[in-house]
């Protein structure tokens, strides 16, 4: 037979050229055989639905297909034929198969049944084959490629910050060190301390946890830029929304006040919503029904109000409500969880808002994403504007229904006194900091900025419950496979 040219899937089961030959190449998800037919579920990855391969044993030979089972890569040579009940529209009446691969039966993890979430994180080299991550990471290329279309159309500049730095962008102190130090024999001072000047860059360094000093630089000059990367954070938290390496999206923006930044983030959020219920139909249906599946398992009073697509929708087309945190402490005391004892965390004005008390206000009082702004500046990173009432920044949260902060930002300090007094409060090295304190003494001007995460932007779009299953490969505490 001639060789003819591999069409992906997602064509093939779009074309409507019966009788002609077609050639398509994939992995087996299910086969089924009766007394002289079988039928095989083929997916190649490029979407959700499977082509049926009709593989009658008049032309197909039985030990061809007794090598065939669940797993198994294949090449198909076919005619295209008009389905009879498959769930689509054609299937292909296989003429020729080659398998590229097999899959052991006995060997192989992925059967065709359920697999919990759980038992797929220790199978993650092979998670993508299955039809809830491969939807999942289909969507996550469409969000990454969205947001770059997003500040490409207004005229934004991806620019790439370093991930090796000297600094600690959120004086958090959760970094990860970067030597080249023989940790068994290290270099000393004369005083006993680690003798940083021996190691690699001639000073302590770590991996970046935010892009978004050196994106102000950028900022500074080039009016709008943003950094799309990822960023590491050494916080010890189990949690279902954090990772010690996750991806984060921070535009920076020079001549923008607090409420322009808003209004940028607002937009943008619902420009990647809006994208992927425009471009990623079919995984979205995909996932919803998943979801629905198992909110059938939860009591009544634990399932969600909204189906994944309705969801979605209601956040493209509903403003988000924005006010202060001071007036959120408000709401949250006078609540009725907080009233019953029910946080975990009790609430008084000056908290860093937990989890619990952020989904309150979005979940249950507003019913709708929530910007909060102007927090205590003792819970906040030093580079935020000082308000004029001494107590606050000019800091903002997004936070999203089922996961809470989606992102932080804030407008910056301009000020190069005020900013430096700040740096000193907090006992920052103002030796990490020259170039950072230059932008304010040369030429400063209002800019703001924000980081998204694109996990929890994943986990929003996609209905997913854990952070682990967003990321091909999570990185958590005590965990690094793959
Ligand atoms: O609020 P964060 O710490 O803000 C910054 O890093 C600023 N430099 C951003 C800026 O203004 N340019 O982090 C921003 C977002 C959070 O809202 C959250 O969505 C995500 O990053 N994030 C994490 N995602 C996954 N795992 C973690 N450990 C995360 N920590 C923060
Ligand atoms: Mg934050």
Not at 183 to 201: A, C, H, N, Q, R
Not at 335 to 341: A, C, D, R, W
Not at 342 to 368: N, T
Not at 422 to 429: K, L, S, T, V
Request: hydrophobic residues 40%; contains cysteine; aromatic residues 10%.
């Amino acid at each position: 037979m001639e060789a003819i040219k591999r069409t992906k899937i997602v064509n093939v089961l779009k074309s409507e050229s019966f009788g002609s030959s077609v050639c398509v190449k994939g992995w087996v998800r299910t086969k089924r055989a009766s007394k002289n037919v079988a039928f095989l579920a083929l997916n190649d990855g490029s979407t959700i639905h499977n082509i049926q391969i009709v593989a009658d044993f008049e032309f197909i030979d039985e030990a061809i297909l007794s090598r065939i089972h669940t797993g198994a890569s294949l090449s198909v040579i076919g005619t295209l034929i008009e389905s009879q009940g498959s769930g689509q529209k054609v299937e292909v009446k296989a003429e020729s198969i080659e398998v590229l691969g097999e899959a052991n039966p006995d060997e192989y993890p992925l059967q065709p049944k359920k697999h919990s979430l759980e038992f797929l994180r220790e199978k993650a080299h092979l998670r993508f084959r299955t039809n809830t991550f491969s939807a999942v990471f289909r969507i996550r290329h469409a969000m990454a490629f969205a947001i770059h279309q997003f500040f490409n159309g207004k005229g934004f500049y991806y620019m790439h910050s370093p991930i090796i730095t000297g600094s600690d962008a959120e004086g958090a102190g959760e970094m990860f060190q970067v030597t080249t130090l023989d940790l068994e024999k290290l270099p000393k001072t004369e005083d006993g301390k680690v003798d940083y000047s021996k190691d690699f860059f001639g000073k302590l360094t770590n991996l970046t946890v935010s892009g978004q000093l050196e994106g102000e630089l950028a900022a500074l000059a080039l009016g709008e830029i943003y950094t799309f990367g990822p960023t590491f954070r050494a916080e010890n938290s189990n949690t279902s929304r954090h990772l010690a390496e996750f991806w984060m999206i921070e535009p920076e923006m020079a001549f923008y006040d607090i409420t322009d930044n808003m209004d940028l983030a607002e937009e943008m959020l619902k420009y990647l919503v809006q994208y992927a219920l425009d471009n990623c139909r079919d995984d979205l249906e995909f996932l919803q029904n998943r979801l629905l599946e198992e909110e059938k398992m939860k009591p009544q009073n634990e399932r969600s109000d909204l189906p994944l697509i309705e969801k979605l929708e209601f956040v493209t087309k509903n403003d988000f409500v924005r006010l202060a945190y001071t007036e959120a402490i408000d709401i949250l005391i006078k609540s009725k969880p907080n009233q019953k004892g029910q946080f975990q965390y009790p609430v008084e004005w000056g908290i860093d808002l937990q989890s619990e008390h952020e989904r309150f206000l979005v979940e249950k009082h507003y019913k709708k994403p929530v910007i909060l702004t102007d927090y205590p500046k003792q819970i906040k990173a030093f580079y935020m504007k000082q308000n004029e009432d001494g107590k606050t920044v000019r800091a903002m949260d997004v936070l999203f229904p089922g996961i809470g902060e989606i992102i932080g930002g804030s407008q910056r300090e301009e000020s190069y006194e005020k900013l430096k007094a700040r740096i000193d409060e907090m006992g920052i090295h103002e030796a990490d900091m020259w170039w950072f304190l230059e932008t304010r003494k040369f030429g400063t001007v209002p800019h703001s900025g924000y980081g998204l995460g694109f996990e929890r932007l994943m986990l929003f779009v996609t209905g997913m419950g854990n952070i682990r299953d967003v990321i091909p490969f999570a990185r958590t505490p005590k965990n690094a496979e793959f």
